[in-house]
């Protein structure tokens, strides 16, 4: 097990610095930037070419690359080009209101995705799993915008029971819980139906196992059956399912973050590549490259954990 979580980690590091070359060249390639923003149609050549020598703008790629990559190290971000401020505090300022929607939805989505799968596939080909199935079948072809947009239009505009949008919550939208009802709701909606289709998946072939069939001949109760040999093994595709629907989960809290008008990473990322703040931008994106990476390299280690044979298939 540490032999392989090592490893695992080691591929981690290279995946990293790989993506913060990548982020970094493509960035670059972004047109236009800081400078000719600033300024308008009108302005001169000389103009442009002074700001763009005042922001660092007119060195080689390699240098600003190499300045870049020992910032990254030692947990220097840059500086904003529009705002000045560091872009530390416009990440840790949009970060916590992303990290708070998204930690909130995996919360409720590991029970309630293990609870249905388990169900669905104790109960599989019967009436409550083609019912349970053809649910999370419709649901998992609904778009994400649209269904937001579905509730948004019974919830709040119809029926007046939650707020729209965040627009006004400012500072204190921590001590508003209903703002997070029906963001919430429209990430679980897609993300418990894939994980649970991964659970059942797994419950059904750990119920047809062999040590499942010879543990029940020996007289183990059900509930230990369940506990301690059905549930480890049907976990662990959906471990990996939830490496994936994490992915996803992040990408679908940007789009969320849009149609809500939640202030988080998105609205801050949506800016600062329309202002060409490119270390910004930079430090958004690979910050949610990060967590991308750290949620594989977790899903591995729990799948190798609860299934340690796994390890042979690798």
Known sequence: MLRYALRRCGWTVVQLAALSVIVFLLTDLLPGDAATVDFN????LDQVARLREQMGLDR???ERFADWAHGLLTGDLGTSLVGGGPVSEVLSSSVGVTA???AM???FLVPLAVAVGLLTGLRADSRTDRVISAVTLTLT????FVLALLLVGLFALRLGWLPSTWVGADDVWWQRPELFVLPMTVLLARTVCVLSRQIRAGTITALHAG???QARRLGVPPARLLLWHVLPNA????VQELARTGDQLLGGVLVIEAVFAVPGTATALVEAVQNRDVPTVQALTLALATVACLLNLGADLVGQRLAPRTEVLR
């Open 41 to 44: 149609e009108q302005a001169g």
């Open 60 to 62: 080689p790629l390699t």
């Open 100 to 102: 708070a929607l998204a």
């Open 105 to 107: 939805t995996i919360l």
């Open 141 to 144: 072809s609904v778009p994400d």
């Open 211 to 213: 040590y499942t069939v």
């Open 235 to 238: 976990a662990v595709p959906g």
